[in-house]
């Protein structure tokens, strides 16, 4: 069971990440980035690291996702 | 010819980095063992944070200067303000976040207060409190930071002020952040408290002074 979930999550890992890169357009990117931080922060949880899955559900995931998005915004309304 | 080159020397890179990974990596060290045995004078319970805070503390003291440097790098530099229009909010995620952010700052208090014997400490409260920051400045609560107050550089110094004057007042017992056994727990969470502060401040300040626009009141 455990193994199933382990097996599904790097797949998500590797699939939430090749996309975030490849995808065409910048928002998706961006959302796609921070699922790919919340499944590392339940990766680093499942490797029994607690401490840097916090972390990185704090620092990858939120703060750098809102950054992300505040920029996305901040040139689409300089363009606008 | 000079696209050859270029070329011959790029294969050469990649041989190299090839050779580097196969080379057989030294014995891993395993300081497990090292940990454990010296938990009881370490001041905490929880192997992680004492090693951040107390057997590897150094390394924490230039981590907190390094984000400091970065932030006043961002305030050095200036930056080039765009008029924005103030944003739309809707009411309703304003309640939500007036709601929400005082639930995000006990979080960061618990979190600091667990670190000392479960997962947590000062850099994921420290997070957790700068994320509430954001989350207020988003939905329209918290204005940009155009200039930093005399209050505000008090308290993005704290953190780091206060490590290092443990530091150096330890200085005088032999060696850099060489805690007394009796008073390593109490030193730790002072140093923890200053530098949830102060990374959330710091966190926060990457945002709040990235962000600042000209019609924004301090």
Redesign the interface.
């Known amino acids: 069971m455990s193994i199933a979930f382990d097996l599904l999550l790097a797949l998500a890992l590797l699939w939430s990440g090749g996309r975030c890169l490849s995808v065409d357009r910048l928002d998706r990117a961006i959302v796609l980035f921070i699922a790919f931080g919340l499944l590392m922060a339940l990766a680093w949880a499942r490797l029994a690291a607690?401490?840097i899955?916090?972390?990185e559900a704090?620092?990858g995931a939120?703060?750098t996702g809102?950054?992300l998005l505040?920029a996305y915004?901040?040139l689409k309304?300089?363009k606008a | 010819m000079k696209r050859f080159v270029m070329g011959l020397g790029a294969l050469a890179f990649a041989a190299l980095l090839i050779g580097a990974l196969l080379e057989p990596l030294p014995v891993s060290v395993d300081l497990r063992a090292a940990v454990t045995n010296n938990m009881a004078s370490s001041g905490v319970e929880h192997p992680v944070t004492a090693v951040l805070l107390n057997f590897r503390g150094y390394d924490t003291l230039l981590e907190i200067a390094v984000l400091l440097l970065a932030l006043i790098v961002i305030l050095a530099v200036g930056i080039d303000t765009a008029s924005d229009q103030p944003r739309t909010v809707n009411p309703i995620l304003q309640t939500l976040a007036r709601v929400a952010a005082p639930l995000v700052i006990v979080v960061a208090v618990y979190l600091l207060w667990a670190g000392a014997f479960r997962p947590g400490g000062a850099f994921q409260a420290g997070a957790v409190l700068a994320a509430a920051a954001v989350l207020l400045h988003l939905t329209g609560l918290l204005p940009s930071w155009q200039v930093p107050t005399r209050t505000l550089r008090w308290g993005l110094t704290a953190g780091f002020l206060i490590f290092l004057a443990v530091a150096a007042g330890l200085l005088s017992q032999g060696a850099l952040l060489h805690y007394p056994p009796a008073q390593a727990g109490m030193l730790i969470l002072l140093i923890e408290a200053g530098l949830t502060i102060s990374l959330g401040l710091i966190l926060a300040g990457l945002f709040l002074l990235l962000s600042r626009e000209p019609g924004d009141d301090a």
């Open positions: 607690p401490d899955g916090l972390a704090a620092i939120g703060l809102a950054l505040d915004g901040a309304r300089r």
